[in-house]
């Protein structure tokens, strides 16, 4: 199907888990999936990953020994499905080189021509097992747009995206198997369907066409579902449900791709290869943190000593205070009598560099500068432990992106809210408008020095400096 001028009909296909040797059911599922995004006139369908045969697939030679089709195969059958439907597609599945397996998407376009694949750079646990990591990062253009690839855990990765965006990348597309991480039965959840997919649409300028798998792949290894369309604006414009076979569909404005702003120092970090500094951890430190709203200190810190205001605190046990102040003087002020009360406060943002404050490692951002990856990642390298966002925006979702990308804690205020997030991306305590008080949570700063997000995958081991471009 021809693009229509100015829009575009956008599909993902939320097919159900099976085991390898279910690699037909498999294929008829794909093809149902293909047919029902033709009917609703999508333009651009996008798949899971290894949508074909499996992701979980046991051993390389319980791979290539098995009842399915090849991966060259397989291509070739998704190729003349996409000519006869006429639309775009992305689908996840295993390539098999000869040399290597990879976690693969190809991109096909409406004429059954291949345009180009996209390997997994970010390998997440059991990809270790099967994958060789790719070693590209680029946008491909199709009669949609251009498309930049990423597959499942690579959204978490922030210089992923902004490579394809700075590759001129118009929309993104996400063939992924998301793991449900809840923990009673019936219940569904991912941080990139909780949040941070909403935030990444935003932080670029992006839209984002998600399919997932749904079910249960083998004991213990189950998907949330959840397939999703969302604008350039966080918005959703499309979801399925947890469980089952389904095709949703949204029309949205054709895109534009985005200029990526780094600043030259920030640049200059993040592309090199030096290695990180990593904050201690195995050993609990455990510190008591508040993160207070403006209108509450001003409701408070009226006078005296600012026994009000501290005395509150010093009974929580507060250690380290992140005050939103507005002007120099009062905040350094404020400071200045925390200490009596032994307590350490952060209260403006006076300085870009790491520090200590009380006994942790922290570091500051202001307002929109959050919105973007690249200072706190840059301070996260240097071994930060406790991000202070000053005017922080009332966007929890970016907040908690920035804590579990870099796996650092998160204190957050504005002259209405405080908030602290763990660097799971869970929010510990938060004040809002509706709730004026303070928000207080006891952390243990050894969180911040455990970069693992899933068994063998460390989020500054798997960087691939080299493949970053913006």
Same mark, same amino acid.
């Given at each position: *199907?021809?693009?229509?001028?100015?829009?575009?009909?956008?599909?993902?296909?939320?097919?159900?888990?099976?085991? *390898?040797?279910?690699?037909?059911?498999?294929?008829?599922?794909?093809?149902?999936?293909?047919?029902?995004?033709?009917? %609703?006139?999508?333009?651009? /369908?996008? /798949?899971?990953?290894?949508?074909?045969?499996?992701?979980?697939?046991?051993?390389?030679?319980?791979?290539?020994?098995?009842?399915?089709?090849?991966?060259?195969?397989? !291509?070739?059958? /998704?190729?003349?499905?996409?000519?006869?439907?006429? *639309?775009?597609?992305?689908?996840?599945?295993?390539?098999?080189?000869?040399?290597?397996?990879?976690?693969?998407?190809?991109?096909?376009?409406?004429?059954?021509?291949?345009?180009?694949?996209?390997?997994?750079?970010?390998?997440?646990?059991?990809?270790?097992?099967?994958?060789?990591?790719?070693?590209?990062?680029?946008?491909?253009?199709?009669?949609?747009?251009?498309?930049?690839?990423?597959?499942?855990?690579?959204? %978490?990765?922030?210089?992923?995206?902004?490579?394809?965006?700075?590759?001129?990348?118009?929309?993104?597309?996400?063939?992924?198997?998301?793991?449900?991480?809840?923990?009673?039965?019936?219940?569904?959840?991912?941080?990139?369907?909780?949040?941070?997919?909403?935030?990444?649409?935003?932080?670029?300028?992006?839209?984002?066409?998600?399919?997932?798998?749904?079910?249960?792949?083998?004991?213990?290894?189950?998907?949330?579902?959840?397939?999703?369309?969302? %604008?350039?604006?966080?918005?959703?414009?499309?979801?399925?449900?947890?469980?089952?076979?389904? !095709?949703?569909?949204?029309?949205?404005?054709?895109?534009?791709?985005?200029?990526?702003?780094?600043?030259?120092?920030?640049?200059?970090?993040?592309?090199?290869?030096?290695?990180?500094?990593?904050?201690?951890?195995?050993?609990?430190?455990?510190?008591?943190?508040?993160?207070?709203?403006?209108?509450?200190?001003?409701? %408070?810190?009226?006078?005296?000593?600012?026994?009000?205001?501290?005395?509150?605190?010093?009974?929580?046990?507060?250690?380290?205070?992140?005050?939103?102040?507005?002007?120099?003087?009062?905040?350094?002020?404020?400071?200045?009598?925390?200490?009596?009360?032994?307590?350490?406060?952060?209260?403006?943002?006076?300085?870009?560099?790491?520090?200590?404050?009380?006994?942790?490692?922290?570091?500051?951002?202001?307002?929109?500068?959050?919105?973007?990856?690249?200072?706190?990642?840059?301070?996260? /390298?240097?071994?930060?432990?406790?991000?202070?966002v000053f005017d922080a925006p009332e966007?929890?979702a970016l907040l908690r992106t920035r804590?579990?990308?870099?796996?650092?804690?998160?204190?957050?205020?504005?002259?209405?809210?405080?908030v602290i997030i763990h660097p799971d991306?869970?929010?510990?305590?938060?004040?809002?408008?509706?709730?004026?008080?303070?928000?207080?949570?006891?952390?243990?700063?050894?969180?911040?020095?455990?970069?693992?997000?899933?068994?063998?995958?460390?989020?500054?081991?798997?960087?691939?400096?080299?493949?970053?471009?913006?």
């Amino acid at each position: *199907m021809e693009p229509q001028q100015g829009r575009i009909r956008l599909a993902a296909g939320q097919i159900t888990a099976r085991l *390898m040797n279910e690699a037909t059911a498999t294929l008829a599922s794909i093809e149902q999936a293909m047919i029902q995004a033709a009917a %609703r006139r999508a333009e651009l /369908l996008v /798949l899971p990953e290894c949508a074909y045969p499996a992701y979980l697939l046991g051993s390389i030679r319980s791979y290539r020994e098995g009842d399915h089709l090849n991966s060259e195969a397989f !291509v070739a059958w /998704l190729a003349r499905r996409t000519a006869k439907h006429r *639309m775009t597609l992305v689908c996840g599945f295993v390539e098999d080189t000869g040399a290597a397996l990879h976690n693969t998407a190809v991109v096909i376009d409406h004429r059954g021509c291949e345009v180009g694949r996209a390997r997994k750079r970010f390998l997440w646990n059991a990809d270790r097992d099967w994958y060789t990591p790719g070693d590209e990062i680029r946008a491909f253009d199709t009669p949609v747009g251009r498309i930049g690839v990423a597959i499942c855990a690579e959204a %978490r990765v922030p210089e992923i995206i902004a490579t394809l965006a700075a590759d001129g990348a118009e929309l993104i597309v996400l063939p992924t198997c998301w793991i449900n991480a809840a923990r009673n039965p019936g219940e569904f959840e991912n941080p990139q369907t909780g949040f941070m997919i909403e935030a990444r649409a935003r932080e670029f300028g992006l839209p984002f066409i998600c399919a997932d798998k749904a079910g249960l792949e083998m004991p213990g290894t189950g998907y949330v579902g959840m397939s999703r369309i969302v %604008r350039a604006d966080g918005s959703v414009a499309a979801e399925a449900p947890p469980e089952g076979d389904v !095709v949703v569909v949204a029309e949205l404005p054709r895109g534009a791709s985005r200029r990526v702003w780094v600043a030259d120092a920030w640049r200059e970090r993040l592309l090199d290869d030096r290695p990180p500094v990593r904050p201690a951890s195995g050993q609990a430190r455990e510190v008591t943190v508040a993160a207070v709203p403006t209108q509450v200190i001003e409701g %408070r810190f009226t006078g005296g000593m600012g026994e009000n205001l501290f005395q509150p605190l010093q009974r929580q046990g507060v250690e380290i205070l992140l005050a939103n102040m507005t002007g120099e003087e009062s905040a350094e002020r404020l400071a200045m009598l925390a200490n009596a009360f032994g307590i350490r406060a952060a209260t403006f943002p006076m300085r870009t560099d790491l520090f200590t404050l009380g006994p942790a490692r922290v570091g500051c951002v202001s307002g929109q500068a959050v919105r973007s990856f690249t200072g706190p990642r840059c301070l996260a /390298l240097e071994g930060l432990e406790i991000l202070l966002v000053f005017d922080a925006p009332e966007d929890l979702a970016l907040l908690r992106t920035r804590a579990l990308e870099n796996r650092v804690f998160v204190a957050g205020a504005s002259r209405q809210t405080g908030v602290i997030i763990h660097p799971d991306g869970s929010v510990l305590a938060h004040a809002s408008a509706n709730d004026p008080r303070e928000a207080v949570a006891r952390i243990d700063l050894s969180a911040a020095g455990d970069k693992t997000v899933a068994p063998r995958t460390d989020i500054f081991d798997e960087r691939r400096v080299a493949l970053y471009r913006f």
